[in-house]
Nanobody
Framework: VQVQESGGGLVQPGGSLTLSCTVS????????MCWFRQTPGKEREGVSC????????YYGDSVKGRFTISRDNAKNTAYLQMNSLKPEDTAMYYC???????????????????WGQGTQVTVSA
């Protein structure tokens, strides 16, 4: 199973970006999908997660109301729509997939089976 993020880049404060996470080698239809982020010297932070059926979502306090997670199982892809971006959103963003029994932590990422290499998001004027 391979996880590939895309869509990162440089954006001005207040701008928007959409990250994509495409999984190959297995269907994501039974996987919880999450986005995490990390900056040098800081712990990994859970940004947002969506359950395998899409009924449950999680957002970290710092992104609530600004970010939206979604998934398209037919395309084997999860998305993270990021609006009203702030300089403090600057980080490497990682996508992770959690197959059954879904034992991974949506807050820390511990226990997730599959990870991408990350895509850099930089918010700066």
């Amino acid at each position: 199973v391979q996880v590939q993020e895309s869509g990162g880049g440089l954006v001005q404060p207040g701008g928007s970006l959409t990250l994509s996470c495409t999984v190959s080698g297995s269907s994501i239809s039974t996987y919880a999908m999450c986005w995490f982020r990390q900056t040098p010297g800081k712990e990994r932070e859970g940004v947002s997660c969506i359950s395998y059926g899409g009924a449950s979502t999680y957002y970290g306090d710092s992104v609530k109301g600004r970010f939206t997670i979604s998934r398209d199982n037919a395309k084997n892809t999860a998305y993270l729509q990021m609006n009203s971006l702030k300089p403090e959103d600057t980080a490497m963003y990682y996508c992770a997939a959690d197959p059954p029994p879904h034992s991974g932590s949506w807050v820390t990422g511990v226990g997730f089976a599959y990870w991408g290499q990350g895509t850099q998001v930089t918010v700066s004027a």
